[in-house]
């Protein structure tokens, strides 16, 4: 793909997974589920897209402005850990989870999830200078059961819809056709 390409699609999916994460905070999640801190993750179906089409680097950038915007736009500093910390850990996983060839998206996903949550809880440990938050991660690991399940689902109806319409994607090629 050539770098005009790459870069519009990019800040497209971007752009994208910021405004999944904005109309996320809308949804009244805590009415179902009452615990602090938990929301569907609909930002991650843009990481799960780019991981199995544009591949890992690019992936990454996406993964990290959509965290530092995020954060400059509405969080600031200390969500800017949480969201860095988990993302950067629950990509770390999927790419590893990825090549393990019994597994599929939604393994890949529900890895992603668990990573995510594993990764707030190092990052709420390290900001809050206290070993208690760990106490919280068996919960947010159950919740990351169906949140996980739920990005595999929607990630793999995506994947699957955008490989029979006009768009072809090479996979681990790097490139949109």
Not at 120 to 141: E, G, K
Request: charged share 10%.
């Amino acid at each position: 793909m050539a770098r005009t390409k790459q870069v519009a699609l990019g800040a497209m999916l971007t752009a994208l997974a910021l405004a999944l994460s904005y109309m996320e905070r809308l949804i009244p999640l805590q009415l179902l589920i009452p615990l602090p801190g938990i929301k569907l993750g609909l930002a991650n179906l843009v990481t799960v897209f780019a991981l199995y089409t544009l591949g890992t680097r690019q992936t990454a950038a996406i993964l990290l402005l959509r965290c530092t915007l995020g954060a400059a736009f509405s969080s600031g500093v200390s969500a800017w850990l949480f969201s860095i910390t988990g993302g950067v850990l629950a990509l770390v996983a999927m790419v590893i989870l990825r090549r393990l060839p019994a597994l599929s998206i939604y393994g890949v996903c529900l890895g992603g999830a668990a990573c995510h949550n594993l990764g707030q809880i190092l990052a709420a440990a390290l900001w809050l200078h206290t070993a208690y938050v760990w106490a919280y991660l068996p919960f947010l690991l159950l919740v990351s059961l169906a949140t996980g399940a739920l990005t595999g689902f929607l990630s793999a109806r995506v994947l699957q819809i955008l490989s029979h319409g006009s768009w072809r994607f090479a996979k681990d090629s790097g490139s949109i056709r």
